[in-house]
């Protein structure tokens, strides 16, 4: 085909941008598109369009509606050469700002004729669907909506195709809106019991406190919140197992996570309770390192567990090196925003741009932010620019609309890439992703985008993965995205949280003081019968993995705690089930002198931590011996219950076989004698979670 025979009516426009075309005629399709800007700008229309109708389709299908229809699964575009993200030889325009760019919406009229008639049959679906239901008023609005939009979509009056653009997309929100509630007559959800709820729908009843952005009629009633399941860490014994190995974590997701199924009167799935970020929520006054040590100190306690008072609790707190605002190197952010149709609801999109905004008063007018955002495809929203400039920055947040289906990694490419054209030596280099994590075009698998973010990871550009609102959240991926990405990962539900983490820990959000932070523990075994360690579940390294410096781990920001808690069964005390293999026949038996000597050192453990540099690719060790005084809990330290207590709540929403005789009433007993200094009042919510807690299990 010639340029010249570009037909706007061609089906093969269609099936292409919709993704039914044969893959044998597929690659000669693109190459023909390569040479021709008008047909590309076709099979763009065409799939706005069909993400638009998309939207308003999977509204009317109803809750028990599976997958999006297959207009909204969208083709990623193609630039010069077949690279996905170019247009022209130039960045692709956010995918679903077409009002704002002023591209060409309406301009094809077969299309349109199409799109009406489809929306017209659609609605009609809804219409004897709910006939006998809805007084004959609502039936005629609802036919006259109908007739409203084929109207917009078909008009050829004089307007400019922003004004046409803007018609169509109001016409659209009312017929969803309208459709939703002649399905769901009823105002307000009534309140869920406990346990009513099926496996995999977590729709939201009650509602939130005031101060937090309420969920949309969409999120309660499509869920498709995606959680990786895993079992909790046994005990083990140390005769087989005396070396415990996992990576350090400062991730707090979780945490947000279940304080917000609680506040909607819901038990949180077990495998969205991340017991090691609930308790790595809260900041612990552990003292930080010396000047010019390394760049975190190490503080271990023991004393006896609460729940099972017979075990030993011992308590490794990692504390990161202070960075204040001013002596914080230049920062090279990219926002790298998800403005897909998925974020389409008051605790995503708009909740981010109210974040960033927080975050931009926190950098200093030498920093730099650039904005990608990325939906069907990736565009350019800013180009680097300095925050001195901060009016320009916020305009190009404020002017950020939702909408069309989501290709994360096109965006993912572009946003690395402008962190690297603007690479600062020695700066904070990183690229900060807000999205509910529903990446459903292009590269979409979680090991896909995983790997595609470990590959980028090695430009020296870290990764802030920030997750936005309910009943999408694909906690799951983005978790693995912030692990790959030498980053942190939070979830963002309301303001107030947002002020947590990127203003009173924004020093830890931007700035890495440490890289593959490992950790392992070597059990002596004239102390220790046993041990458990109380989360890290997908942390768990293999013992060689300590020194292996091509194994990835944790990172650790400035100023942030890392906390970790191990359950011990003490020689002499009942053994729980640890299960049994039969005596080593060729190993060395200890004799009793070496007993002896084991004992009189009287050392429980050693904990040995490896870490890197920001920028380098050695490890570097640290030891740091622990010996037990026999100290009973009431006489730990404030930090040391009030982490107990914490890890105790995480057990019982659990359901953990590990939480033994804990109550939340002595739950609450335990955080009330850990809540001095209370900066911040963290630990007073806690409380109160706890009481909610009691309300929705109904203990």
Known sequence: MSTSEFNPDDPRLTAYALGEMENSERVEFERWLQTNPAARQAVEEIRATA???????????????????????????????????????GPLPPVDDYVRQGSKLLRFPALYYTTAGLAAACFAVVFFSTAGRQERKEKTQLIEMDAALAGALRSAEPRSDVQKAREVRAAVAAQ????????SPVAEPAPVAPGALKPGRFAVAGTAPVARAQPSVAEQEFNTENYAAFGENPFLAVAQNPLSTFAADADTASYANVRRFLRAKQRPPKSAVRIEELVNYFPYRYAPPAAGAAPFAAHLEVA???????????????????????????????????????????????????????????????????????????????????????????AALEELRPGGSTNGAAGIQLAYDIAKANFVAGGVNRVVLTTDGDFNVGVSGESELAELIREKARSGVFLSVLGFGMGNLKDSTLESLADKGNGHYASIDSLAEAKKALVGQAGGTLVTIAKD????????????????????ENRMLRQEDFN?????????????????????????????????????????????????????????????????????????????????????????????????????????LRDSPHRGGATLAQVAAWAREGTMDDSGGYRAEFAGLVAEAAAVLQE
């Not at 969803?176 to 399905?183: K, L, R």
């Not at 931590?609 to 330290?637: C, H, N, Q, W």
């Open 51 to 89: 993400a638009l109708l998309g939207t308003a389709l999977a509204a009317e299908a109803g809750p028990e509606a599976a997958k999006p229809i297959a207009a909204a699964a969208i083709i990623p575009k193609l630039g010069p050469g077949g690279v996905p993200g170019q247009l022209d030889g």
């Open 176 to 183: 969803t809106e309208h459709a939703v509630a002649m399905a």
């Open 304 to 394: 006896s567990a609460p729940w099972v008072p017979e075990h030993r609790l011992v308590r490794i707190g990692l504390k990161g090196r202070e960075v204040s605002d001013a002596a914080r190197p230049p920062a090279n952010l990219v926002f790298l925003l998800d403005v897909s149709g998925s974020m389409n609801a008051p605790a995503k999109l708009p909740l981010v741009k109210q974040s960033l905004r927080l975050l931009l008063e926190r950098l200093r007018p030498d920093d730099r932010v650039a904005i990608v955002v990325y939906a069907g495809a990736s565009g350019l929203a800013l180009p680097s620019t300095p925050v001195r400039e901060k009016a320009k920055i916020v």
């Open 517 to 536: 932070v490992k950790l392992q523990v070597e059990f002596n075994p004239a102390e220790v019968q046993a041990y458990r360690l109380i989360g890290y």
């Open 548 to 652: 292996n410096d091509r194994i990835d781990a944790g990172e650790i920001g400035a100023g942030h705690t890392v906390t970790a808690l191990y359950e011990i069964v003490p020689v002499g005390a009942a053994l729980p089930d640890t299960g049994s293999v039969d005596a080593l026949k060729y190993q060395r038996t200890e004799g009793p002198a070496r007993k002896a000597e084991e004992r009189a050192r009287g050392e429980l453990l050693t904990l040995k931590i490896r870490y890197k540099e920001p920028d380098g690719d050695v490890s570097m060790k640290l030891e740091f011996p622990l010996r037990d005084t026999g100290r009973a809990f009431a006489e730990a330290s404030a930090d040391f219950k009030f982490a107990a207590a914490v890890a105790s709540f995480g057990m019982i």
